[in-house]
């Protein structure tokens, strides 16, 4: 742990840490938020179609919130998201307090999901600004790692003010931790302002960033399966719905712990690529016994887990993002990674919902596996081959001199 106590003695980590959680920790509340805005406004499916609306919005506007905040003052812009966040956040506080229409609740949920879009992206792009270039690779891996408690505690935190003050209370949390994030990135060190070089190609077209995006849409398809599956399986398991959100919370600390336990081997590691997609396979692996648990103990044992590879993956991938892409656009290629990972989500809730009616909570479970380990050992082909092919090229030029 010598590499995370160099971290935390710096002054200018710490204060990231801040930022960074503050306004990533509301972020977490929102699905659930919107789950309970929809029932306070009508039912469950109602909720169920604005926490869709949050979570699509985010993503397909991800790319554009990412490149504005590339292209100006990046404290400045990651100000503005956070304001941006908290006022509408705040409105919805007030629409659910009043009872408003759902269109209103549905204006406000799309609102919500394109100011929170570039904010994961843009902290991800200042890491390296804060902590000394040999760092960098360990700070990514707490990063990652703060972003899996942040994914623990907000919803237990929103279900805590939700207890007391219902959905609205949620939503006036979410503001006033936005308002808190965009006050914090004031405290972080100055940036340059930056222009994108013409030269600069866009984050897609790098082949390695295209890669890690496939590969964390295939992990975003088999957490959106897992969360939406987890609740059905305790009940069949002859438990309550409610008891879903605790093996969510699990994978979220299985994933966390293996973050801080071998998060900086794997960003040091001399074959990244490599590792990233045998992670995404790894995923795929540890998820099946899962559909094959038939007790609750068992089923909490193996979701702790089954959360170990995804904060390892996100280190990976950020780490490569970092070395692959122009600085100028990293805040655009950081927010394409976030737009991943909640299509991902999205795609497997959509997933879920056809497979549980007919082959119900172990089935779909299983069919978690499929994405990860059919685009890992894809990635994994597409590396070997890649390989050879440079290591045949290399040898040409070698027989030609």
Same mark, same amino acid.
């Given at each position: 742990m010598p590499a995370y106590r160099a971290l935390l003695r710096q002054p200018t980590w710490?204060?990231?840490? @801040?930022?960074?959680?503050?306004?990533?920790? !509301?972020?977490?509340?929102? &699905?659930? #938020?919107?789950?309970?805005? #929809?029932?306070?406004? #009508?039912?469950?499916?109602?909720?169920?179609? +604005?926490?869709?609306?949050?979570?699509?919005?985010?993503?397909?506007?991800? +790319?554009?919130?990412?490149?504005?905040?590339?292209?100006?003052?990046?404290?400045?812009?990651?100000?503005?998201? *956070?304001?941006?966040? %908290?006022?509408?956040?705040?409105? /919805?506080?007030i629409a659910v307090r009043a009872h408003a229409g759902w269109p209103i609740a549905a204006l406000l949920a799309c609102g919500s999901g394109a100011a929170l879009a570039g904010i994961p992206g843009g902290y991800r792009s200042l890491v390296p600004s804060v902590v000394p270039a040999t760092e960098v690779g360990t700070a990514y891996a707490v990063d990652a790692v703060g972003v899996e408690v942040c994914f623990t505690l907000g919803p237990a935190a929103a279900a805590g003010v939700a207890w007391f003050a219902g959905a609205a209370g949620v939503f006036a949390l979410m503001a006033v931790l936005g308002a808190?994030?965009?006050?914090?990135?004031?405290? /972080?060190?100055?940036?340059?302002?930056?222009?994108? !070089?013409?030269?600069?190609? $866009? !984050?897609?077209?790098?082949?390695?960033?295209?890669?890690? @995006?496939?590969?964390?849409?295939?992990? #975003?398809?088999?957490?959106?399966?897992?969360?939406?599956?987890?609740?059905?399986?305790?009940?069949? @398991? *002859?438990?309550?719905?409610? @008891?879903?959100? =605790?093996?969510?919370?699990?994978?979220?600390? *299985? $994933?966390?712990?293996?973050?801080?336990?071998?998060?900086?081997? =794997?960003?040091? $590691? %001399?074959? /990244?690529?490599?590792?990233?997609?045998?992670?995404? =396979?790894?995923?795929?692996?540890?998820?099946?016994?899962?559909?094959?648990?038939?007790?609750?103990?068992?089923v909490a044992a193996l979701a702790l887990v089954a959360g170990a590879p995804f904060a390892l993956?996100?280190?990976?991938?950020? &780490?490569?993002?970092?070395?692959? &892409?122009? !600085?100028?656009? $990293?805040s655009e290629a950081f927010s394409l990674l976030n737009a991943a990972i909640l299509g991902g989500d999205a795609i497997g809730s959509a997933i879920a919902s056809t497979l549980l009616g007919p082959l119900g909570a172990h089935a779909t479970l299983a069919a978690a596996a499929v994405g990860p380990l059919a685009i890992g050992l894809a990635l994994l082909a597409v590396v070997h081959v890649t390989r050879r092919g440079a290591g045949a090229v290399t040898l040409d030029s070698a027989n030609s001199t």
């Open positions: 710490r204060r990231y840490l @801040l930022a960074s959680t503050a306004s990533r920790l !509301p972020i977490t509340m929102g &699905v659930f #938020g919107m789950v309970l805005a #929809g029932r306070a406004l #009508g039912s469950f499916a109602l909720g169920a179609r +604005l926490a869709a609306l949050y979570t699509i919005t985010g993503a397909a506007t991800a +790319l554009w919130r990412g490149r504005r905040l590339d292209r100006g003052d990046l404290h400045r812009g990651l100000q503005r998201e *956070g304001l941006a966040f %908290a006022l509408v956040t705040a409105a /919805l506080a808190a994030g965009a006050l914090a990135v004031t405290h /972080l060190p100055a940036t340059p302002r930056r222009g994108v !070089p013409s030269d600069a190609p $866009s !984050p897609i077209r790098v082949p390695v960033v295209a890669a890690v @995006l496939i590969g964390t849409l295939a992990l #975003g398809m088999a957490l959106g399966v897992l969360d939406a599956t987890f609740p059905a399986l305790a009940v069949a @398991l *002859g438990s309550r719905a409610a @008891l879903g959100g =605790i093996f969510i919370t699990l994978m979220a600390l *299985g $994933s966390a712990c293996s973050g801080l336990a071998v998060g900086p081997r =794997i960003a040091a $590691s %001399a074959d /990244l690529p490599k590792r990233a997609a045998q992670l995404v =396979i790894v995923f795929g692996l540890v998820v099946i016994p899962l559909s094959l648990a038939r007790g609750l103990p068992e993956m996100s280190t990976a991938g950020a &780490v490569l993002i970092q070395r692959s &892409v122009d !600085p100028a656009r $990293s």
